[in-house]
C-alpha cells in the first residue's frame, strides 16, 4: 500500500475542518466538512475500523495506558440484553454506548464500590 499524507486543520471559528489526504509526493485536493460532516465520517471510520479487526485477538486493557476523558456527560440505563446500557459523550468520537452483560454489571460494581472505601484523593490522576 503506497503511503499518504494526512492533514487536518481546524478553522479558526471552529465551524469547520479541512482534511487533506495524498501521497507523500504529489498533489492532494482538501475537503472541508463541518462538525456534522466529521461526525458522520468518524462513525464510518470506526465501522470500518470494526471490520478490519474481526477475528482478531482482543487484547486485554489491564496495565495499558489509554486516552482517558474527565467527567464526560454519561447516561446509565436497563439494556434490552440482560444487563446494563452505558453511554457517554466523548469529545473526540461523539456519542457512545456499551451493551454491558449482567456479570460484567456485577464485576463493575464490584470494583467501583471498592473505590468508594478508598479515602478521597488516593487515586490520583486519570491516567
Known amino acids: 500500500m503506497a503511503k499518504a499524507r494526512v492533514g487536518i486543520k481546524v478553522a479558526d471559528d471552529q465551524r469547520a475542518v479541512t482534511i487533506e489526504i495524498g501521497p507523500t509526493e504529489g498533489p492532494s485536493a482538501p475537503v472541508a466538512l463541518d462538525l456534522e460532516q466529521l461526525t458522520k465520517l468518524i462513525k464510518l471510520l470506526g465501522q470500518a475500523r470494526s471490520r478490519m479487526v474481526v477475528g482478531t485477538l482482543k487484547q ?3 496495565g495499558q495506558t489509554v486516552e482517558t476523558v ?3 456527560p454519561w447516561h446509565i440505563q436497563v439494556a434490552q440484553i440482560d444487563g446494563s446500557l452505558l453511554a457517554f459523550d466523548h469529545p473526540n468520537y461523539g456519542p457512545i454506548a456499551y451493551a454491558i452483560p449482567r456479570a460484567d454489571v456485577a464485576r463493575i460494581v464490584e470494583v467501583l464500590s471498592a473505590h468508594l472505601t478508598l479515602p478521597e484523593g488516593s487515586q490520583g490522576k486519570p491516567n
Open 60 to 62: 486485554s486493557l489491564d
Open 70 to 72: 474527565f467527567s464526560p
